[in-house]
């Protein structure tokens, strides 16, 4: 099971390049897509989901052609887009109803038994009744991804389904991510880099349309082993350590600039060294495109 | 604050393209019209108004201003949904302005934004008809002066206070239900008001409350204008005043209050909070343990997925349920619904009314409501739930989800069509229910279901399913919400108003069909197969457009046109092009066989190819005219209607005669494309030959000398071949055939074929045409109103028709037998009678009587041939034969003929007519008259019309039959005028002063309406022209009937009387109104000559007042009125101008109690200016009228009732 995508490009008519000869291999499993905003990432999302056309470049999955037997590969998508809509007064075990005819489960017996069961696996199975367009924030999510669920999906994209969550509901949603990767590819859209050293086997970064980085989180953190160091420091002091080092990133800590910067030796001045973590990965990538 | 609000719609607004999409759509309409009307194509002939009125006439303008006040409603609804539920979803206004706005500076600054930008959008109106008007190849003489006050008076009085009225309906509606769909409804509810008023204002008392209750004040600005003519219509708009006043203030004060109401029920937090959640109830809160409980591990259910022919099927079916649950529970398709029922059982009450007499509600006739009215509100369901449907998924960020889904794209499209054929046909249904229980309701027991489902689902369902493919294809290929909408209502206007005008065609206006009809009599004729050949053709061409509607289907993101047109390629597959080009082929061949049956077997022509031959008819012939010719003497036909077959097969035989005192030796015979035949009873040749305009030229070897005659022949053969553009083309019907003999060949020129519209003629360079011949012209004076070609005739026709018909002609029945399985029939007119017979053939049943004339002792067979299911109103057709001719007899000479019939016929026509004992009456006039509230006196505000409409036909077995008009001017005022005026003295001898006073009221107002339409010149009773209907019968009638009253004493019946003993049968030279004048003229008192002069040589209009009226009573119970009266009297010149007349005249004053009784009335002197008066009664008096019975012409047909008030002491 593999999804290959080859020098795939897609301009916008106002002149937005958001893919720019993009190449990537996902196999199955868990796949994080990584990316500041406007990256690329749900034009990406869009396009493999069929929704969007591409200028140019192939997409095949298990040896469906993405970009033109658009009816096939519906046939084994799953898609929670960033953001959707619910139909206003339809209660959760209609609306998957709804859903599972048209992707096919014709008998009746076998589909009240599949939505029974991902009602339970995302734990709606006691609202059933209500109407969805009442759910909060996370059970949508969830049950966006009942609704990506139903059938029998072997190609899974989730774009961005974390943001605007609460923590608790997060990792409630991250918990049902991870039950469901087994033998399928799925292709998980985001710019929360926890989501995917949490989640993901493998990985890719994405900025400005292209890959910058694919690896799995592990390797491409060990790359960075013994390279990373951190210090607190002065505020004042930021623009002098920006010309002195390569600061990776950095972040308040306790109201004070923690930074992060990249050093194959000990730079000494106070610098501890850390284990490289997902975020170094990510701000190296995108900051060594970007300068 | 209130400025940043304005200005930043403002800006907002005029950013978007729609406004000057909008703007354009406005202009392009006005633009065009103007260049139609101007004659910019040679072509079309358009007419806004009268002849008489210039394209930009000030009176023109309004209309058109008023028109586009109400169509120009869709872009509004555009314009505010932008400003209100556009800024709901995104939350702008809130963002920029949440702490420091006022609600006030809210709502106020966004409403005048909304009404600014509409008003902006409305000037295209104005601009666009002053451009067109511009155009420099335009007709010059077609237009007058340009007049700011053209423009700006309409500006002022109905875009303005429309535009508002509209604009706050919208605003406010959309404001508080946040929903576009209320703006759909409002539509609806302004329309049916605007319906209403429409109806209602046709009746006299119902006049005022129509006025009022036009939201858009057309229906007022008609009240108010009533009496307008052509000149009016030149020099101004109508004048804003009385109850078109009235309506603008009210529907002013309207719009301020729903702006009121908004303001008040608006809760300001509104705008904070997310807007289309509002149904919401509290979000659902998950507790912790709830979900980690997902630990109880359970296997996958097995399942299997099916993308079989079977499954898709199930997809669909379930997809449809889904739709049609959504589409029947949405709020507004159910008051859509319900609007339209209560707006079909409104509009029942109103079908077919006459002269106030309601019409029985056969199932025909609700079966025309629903098809006609009714379908506005199906087609407005259709064009708004095609846009929500297609477009809910997108609305609701949905499609992001149902687009990835392995259902296959046409399924989806498919279920939103069927779902909204499925929802018309149910309310279609509930319509029915309704229009049944209507009819129950009535009193009407005669329904006829089957025809129901066979008139709605049989013939107009296809109609609005071939429109929701349209509406799907417009949506989906424009993929814009509103400018599909707008798309659409531009569809509408140019289907309904334009598409017959200018591309005539049926194979080119999408839907075209000629159309079909139910009668009684002849079921629904040969109608159905010609409508459903083109409607088939057109549904192959929806089939086509279901195809590129599946292709062009939006199920992504990409809304680019290059883009789009890479997915429709990318989409076309093997099955695909193999349907198109099955539909495409099935579409030419369908096309091909109209072709071939509308063009090759039968003609088609242009409307302006008829005008071309028209041209050439009168340029070649017209010198003609006055050649000597024979006149026919004797007629023989022997005819065969075949009504299964539609053919009418007939032999004719003519004896014409020399009645000239010179030889004649060449015959111009004008035939016609059913003419098979023509030879003479000597040697002839065809020495002109003219196929096309079918005129012939026979010269005769031995010249005809006076006295002498010659025995003509013809052969007539009819039979339709194939079907034409307007139906199958057939004389004969399948069950009431009625023709008359304008289809066999006349002798000479003539002057009926030429164009009529000056207009049209001086496109065509041809001098002005001479409407009708003076009265001192000779020739005009030996000729008669109804044919050139003969005197009176003799007559007899053999008549052959299918056995269970019966064939009627003029004459007595000599003979009947039967043969070869036919029925034969045998007439003869015991006397001669004028050339002018009809024939028909019909299933009847027969209602006999008879009839004894008092003064001589001669029985007269009375008959009414009627349609098995209308007996209603026998007794009123039988009665009023018996009292008319009672009545006629007496006054007027004996009746001449041995019987009388009245013969019904299908509702293709609509009238009466009248033949020697003869008279044949449509369907719709009459024989489903609903007079049962008027026999049992609950109504007594309608008039028995079956019973008048009897006495006029009757009456013309004397005006016509006895006494012949020479067809010279005011020929029909003896004809028609007189007819009217002596089936009016019927009318009042059976049913009362009342009645009488009732008819003549509203017969002034038909005058008064008709007046503004005059092409020519209005002309005097006595000098009226044969097209000037509304003259000779309205008009002539009511003054008749007043100097009847004038003279007093029965002394008009005198006139009349003699007229008929000097000139029944009368020949060469035919009477004149001069010989009427002048018999009059004995019988006529010195006092009233100026009157007689008044309403027969002049046109003459009072406008009389009462100013001030009191009274005193003395001791012994005497009242005396003081009454000071204003007297004005014009006289009109024939483009309507009023010049101001001295006067010192008679009008009759009535005066009443409080309980209406009649204490006064007699008629007083009333000379230019105020005059005062003092009339002694003995009851105490309440009202005082001027001219209660309307015996004089004042423009204001209401006969105001002026309180009498006591005097002080």
């Known amino acids: 099971m593999k999804l290959e995508i080859k020098n795939l490009s897609k301009t916008y008519e106002n002149g937005i390049k958001a893919l720019n000869n993009l190449n990537l291999t996902i196999n199955s499993g868990m796949f994080g897509l990584l990316g500041p905003n406007g990256a690329g990432k749900s034009t990406l999302m869009r396009t493999i989901a069929t929704l969007q056309e591409a200028d140019q470049g192939e997409i095949t999955f298990n040896g469906i052609n993405v970009l033109t037997e658009k009816e096939k590969l519906k046939e084994v998508l799953g898609y929670l887009p960033q953001e959707f809509g619910i139909y206003p007064k339809i209660s959760a075990v209609e609306l998957l109803n709804h859903i599972a005819i048209l992707k096919g489960l014709s008998n009746k017996k076998e589909r009240k038994e599949l939505v029974q069961f991902l009602l339970n696996q995302v734990n709606l199975h006691n609202f059933r009744n209500k109407y969805v367009s009442s759910f909060s924030g996370g059970m949508k999510q969830r049950f966006g991804i009942a609704m990506a669920l139903l059938g029998d999906p072997k190609l899974i994209i989730v774009d961005e389904p974390t943001a605007g969550l609460d923590p608790a509901e997060r990792v409630r949603f991250n918990n049902l991510l991870s039950e469901i990767s087994e033998d399928k590819v799925v292709i998980l859209s985001t710019h929360i880099v926890d989501d995917v050293s949490d989640l993901c086997s493998d990985m890719a970064i994405i900025n400005s349309g292209e890959v910058i980085l694919n690896g799995k989180p592990v390797n491409v953190m060990s790359e960075l082993g013994g390279k990373i160091w951190e210090k607190i420091i002065d505020k004042n002091d930021f623009s002098k350590y920006q010309e002195d080092f390569h600061i990776v990133y950095s972040h308040l800590n306790g109201g004070k600039p923690l930074i992060h910067i990249f050093s194959e030796e000990n730079p000494g001045n106070g610098f501890n060294q850390i284990e490289p973590k997902l975020d170094d990965v990510y701000f190296m990538a995108i900051n060594s495109v970007s300068n | ?1209």
């Open chain 2, 1 to 1209: 604050m209130f400025k940043e609000v304005f200005l930043f719609e403002i800006k907002r607004a005029f950013k978007r393209p729609a406004i000057y999409f909008y703007w354009l759509i406005l202009f392009a309409f006005a633009f065009f019209l103007m260049n139609i009307a101007g004659g910019a194509f040679k072509s079309i002939n358009m007419n806004i108004s009268g002849d008489n009125v210039k394209v930009n006439a000030p009176g023109t303008l309004d209309i058109i201003f008023g028109i586009f006040s109400y169509i120009g409603i869709f872009i509004m609804v555009a314009v505010v949904n932008n400003i209100v539920i556009k800024d709901f979803k995104y939350n702008t206004l809130s963002i920029l302005f949440t702490s420091q706005i006022k609600k006030y500076q809210y709502i106020f600054g966004r409403f005048c934004a909304a009404y600014f930008i509409n008003l902006a959008i409305f000037t295209a109106v104005g601009i666009g008809i002053f451009v067109g008007t511009q155009m420099p190849y335009l007709k010059p003489d077609l237009f007058g002066d340009f007049m700011w006050s053209a423009y700006i008076n309409p500006y002022l009085a109905r875009i303005i206070p429309n535009v508002l009225l509209v604009t706050s309906i919208f605003f406010v509606m959309s404001l508080l239900l946040r929903n576009v769909l209320v703006n759909w409804l409002s539509i609806l509810g302004l329309y049916v008001l605007y319906a209403i008023s429409q109806g209602i204002m046709q009746a006299v008392d119902t006049r005022t409350l129509a006025a009022l209750l036009d939201p858009f004040g057309m229906a007022a600005s008609l009240v108010v204008s009533t009496g307008s003519s052509a000149s009016d219509m030149n020099n101004e708009a109508v004048s804003l005043e009385s109850v078109y006043l009235y309506n603008r203030i009210l529907w002013t004060c309207i719009s301020f209050a729903v702006l009121a109401l908004g303001y008040f029920r608006f809760k300001f937090s509104y705008i904070l909070k997310p807007v289309f959640n509002r149904t919401e109830k509290a979000k659902i809160k998950t507790h912790l343990e709830e979900s980690y409980g997902s630990s109880e591990q359970i296997e996958k259910p097995k399942f299997s997925l099916d993308y079989s022919k079977q499954s898709i099927f199930k997809m669909l079916k379930h997809l449809v349920s889904f739709e049609l649950k959504g589409l029947t529970k949405n709020i507004y398709f159910i008051l859509i619904s319900i609007v339209s029922v209560v707006f079909l059982i409104v509009s029942s009450k109103a079908i077919g009314e006459i002269y106030g007499t309601d019409t029985y509600p056969v199932t025909y006739h609700v079966i025309d409501i629903l098809g006609g009215s009714m379908s506005l509100f199906i087609y407005i369901i259709i064009i708004l739930f095609s846009g929500e449907m297609i477009w809910r998924d997108r609305d609701l960020k949905m499609s992001e989800i149902s687009n990835s889904l392995p259902t296959p794209s046409w399924i989806t499209m498919a279920s939103k069509m069927i779902t909204l054929a499925l929802a018309v046909a149910m309310l279609l249904f509930v319509l029915i229910g309704f229009g049944i229980s209507y009819q129950l309701l009535d009193g009407f027991y005669n329904i006829k279901i089957s025809q129901y489902f066979t008139s709605i689902f049989g013939m107009q369902y296809i109609q609005y399913l071939l429109f929701i493919v349209l509406a799907f294809f417009v949506q989906i290929a424009i993929n814009n919400k509103y400018f599909a909408y707008v798309a659409m209502i531009i569809y509408m206007v140019w289907h309904s108003q334009f598409a017959d005008l200018i591309i005539q065609h049926n194979l080119f206006i999408f839907r075209g069909a000629p159309n079909w009809s139910f009668s009684d009599i002849d079921g629904y004729g040969y109608s159905v197969l010609p409508y459903w050949v083109f409607t088939i053709y057109w549904t192959f061409f929806a089939g086509i457009m279901v195809v590129l509607s599946n292709l062009l289907w939006n199920n992504h993101k990409e809304n680019a046109i290059g883009k789009r047109i890479h997915i429709l390629k990318n989409r076309i597959t093997k099955q695909t092009r193999n349907s198109l080009v099955v539909m495409l082929a099935l579409f030419v061949l369908t096309g091909s066989f109209i072709y071939y049956n509308t063009n090759i077997l039968n003609d088609f022509e242009r409307s302006y190819s008829k005008e071309k031959q028209q041209v050439e008819y009168e340029r070649l012939y017209k010198k003609y005219e006055r050649v000597n010719q024979p006149k026919i003497t004797d007629i023989k036909i022997n005819g065969d209607i075949y009504p299964d077959k539609g053919k009418l097969q007939v032999k004719g035989e003519y004896w014409l005669k020399n009645s000239t005192d010179k030889s004649i030796d060449s015959l111009h015979i004008v035939q016609n494309e059913y003419i098979k035949s023509v030879h003479f009873g000597s040697e002839s040749k065809l020495v002109h030959e003219n196929n096309d305009l079918d005129y012939y030229i026979y010269q005769l070897e031995k010249p005809l000398i006076p006295n002498d005659s010659v025995q003509m022949f013809f052969e007539f053969i009819s039979e339709p071949k194939g079907f034409t553009n307007a139906g199958i083309k057939s004389i004969v019907h399948k069950n009431g055939t009625f023709f008359d003999s304008n289809y066999f060949p006349s002798i000479g020129y003539n002057s009926g074929a030429e164009i009529f519209s000056n207009k049209v003629r001086e496109k065509h360079d041809l001098v002005k045409k001479q409407v009708a011949m003076t009265r001192e012209d000779e020739f005009g004076r030996n000729h008669n109103f109804i044919s050139h070609c003969a005197d009176f005739v003799t007559f007899e026709a053999i008549i052959s028709t299918k056995k269970n018909q019966i064939a009627l002609a003029p004459g007595d029945l000599v003979k009947k037998w039967e043969e070869n399985n036919r029925l034969y029939f045998h007439y003869k007119m015991p006397i001669p009678m004028i050339n002018y017979f009809s024939i028909l053939s019909a299933e009847y049943e027969v209602k006999e009587e008879l009839w004894t004339n008092p003064a001589t002792g001669k029985e007269i067979e009375l008959a009414v041939y009627h349609d098995a299911d209308h007996d209603f109103n026998l007794e009123s057709f039988l009665n009023s034969a018996k009292v008319s001719l009672e009545y006629y007899s007496e006054n007027l000479a004996p009746f001449k003929y041995n019987h009388l019939k009245i013969v019904e016929f299908p509702r293709y026509a609509q009238f009466a007519q009248s033949f020697p004992g003869m008279i044949p009456f449509s369907e719709s006039i009459g024989f489903v008259a609903d007079l049962r509230d008027l026999k049992d006196g609950s109504d007594t505000t309608s008039v028995d019309y079956p019973f008048f409409f009897t006495a006029h036909e009757i009456a013309h077995q004397w005006w016509a039959h006895q006494v012949v008009a020479a067809d010279v001017e005011g020929s029909q005022m003896l004809m028609e005028s007189i007819t009217h005026y002596c089936a009016m003295k019927v009318l009042e001898k059976e049913y009362g002063k009342e009645a009488a006073k009732l008819f003549v009221r509203d017969e002034t107002l038909t005058y008064l309406n008709s007046r503004k339409n005059e092409p020519y010149e209005e002309r005097a009773l006595s000098k009226v022209a044969d097209y000037q209907s509304w003259l000779y019968y309205q008009k002539g009638g009511v003054l008749l009937k007043a100097l009847d009253a004038y003279l007093g004493d029965d002394k008009l019946m005198n006139v009349m009387s003699e007229l008929v003993h000097e000139f029944a049968f009368k020949q060469e030279p035919y009477v004149t109104t001069l010989d009427f004048l002048n018999l009059l003229e004995k019988e006529t008192p010195d006092s009233l000559k100026y009157y007689t002069n008044d309403i027969f040589n002049k046109i003459t209009f009072y406008d009389n007042d009462v100013r001030e009226a009191s009274y005193t009573r003395n001791d012994d119970l005497e009242y005396f009125v003081t009454a000071k009266i204003e007297g004005e009297k014009f006289y009109s010149d024939g483009n309507g101008k009023d010049e101001l007349a001295d006067m010192n005249d008679w009008i009759e004053v009535g005066i009443y109690t409080k309980d209406n009784e009649e204490v006064y009335l007699e008629k007083i002197k009333l000379a230019n200016g105020e005059n005062e008066y003092q009339f002694k009664l003995d009851k105490k008096p309440a009202k005082i009228v001027l001219d209660p019975y309307y015996r004089v012409m004042d423009k204001d047909y209401q006969r105001e009732k002026f309180d009498v008030k006591k005097v002080k002491e």
